[in-house]
């Protein structure tokens, strides 16, 4: 405990240092050459204080990206980040409140980045104060059980028996992936990090074995589970892939990305769609969309004659001299 205590701020001293040296506080301006370096820096942060040093890649392209948008923010306003006072990380929430429309628990995790720079830059004693610090986002106006998604003995037989049964690898995938999901309780990024080496096989017994949020665990097939699962596997043998170890076990279909491991947002559409077709899943309410307002054109200014014509019906100056 004593030794990450002492690691966290001897980063936080270093990412402030560094800092320093790249971005010399007399500077009145913050670019995007400024913002990179920023960003670089904290990824040397992130792999040594997040999670105590053992945070995963998603965690860390999370940290990336919305340190990255906050960076982007503050380049387009013209503000450095060691001189952002509260009242500028209030004008940041609105932004992404008013402007970008996130929901609240998306606002709620990108305030929480730009806490975790700061609280790197207090460590190191390079800002006396974090900013962001006790900087809460809207509140959620929501009833806790909204959250608990459930599906009755009813609703779970009906999904599973609308799911394809063809031998085509793509209906094999969608299959397996629902009913691994809906009766093994497997999350959406278990079953994205599942490669053909998680197969675990003892016997006649088949599991399968996933890694989530810092736990690794084997989740058991059911002998149908297993049969679809062998179903699935022979179906892209036959399609001429080479099934390694470290292959994915769902994969996409799609033209650009086939044969590329399937995205968690891809596994939400595919859930999504077998939900909404039976009539278990509202479809989502339309984005609101800004309209802007139209470009008027301008009327080229009419050429003198033509202002001419319109006044003296017969001019002058057409007749012959």
Known sequence: MRRSFFGSIIGARFLGFCLVMLVPQSSPTFDLSHRQRLSDLFECYLKTDVASGDASADTCKTYRLNLKQFLTWCVDKGLHPFKATRQNLKEYRLWLIEDKQYTKATVALKLSVVRRFYSALVEGEYVAVNPALGLKPPRENRDPAERINYLQSEEMYRLLESLPDENSVQSLRDRLLVAVMVLQGCR?????????????RRGTDVGLR??????????????????????????????????????????????????????????????????????????????KTVKKPEKRQLTPQKKPTDLVKRVIPNPVYKTRL
């Not at 959406?188 to 675990?200: F, N, W, Y």
């Not at 736990?215 to 699935?232: E, M, N």
């Not at 080479?242 to 595919?270: C, D, F, N, Y």
């Open 210 to 287: 996933v890694c989530g949020k810092g736990s690794i665990r084997v989740v058991p097939l059911t002998p149908d589970l297993a049969k679809l699962l062998a179903r699935y596997l022979s179906a892209r043998k036959r399609s001429g892939e080479q099934l390694l170890p470290q292959t994915p076990l769902l994969i996409s279909v799609a033209h650009k990305t086939a044969g590329e491991r399937l995205s968690r947002r891809s596994m939400q559409r595919i859930v999504d769609k077998y939900l909404m077709a039976n009539g278990l899943k509202q479809p989502p309410p339309p984005k």
């Open 188 to 200: 959406t990024i278990e079953m994205h990090r599942a490669t053909i080496g998680d197969i675990v």
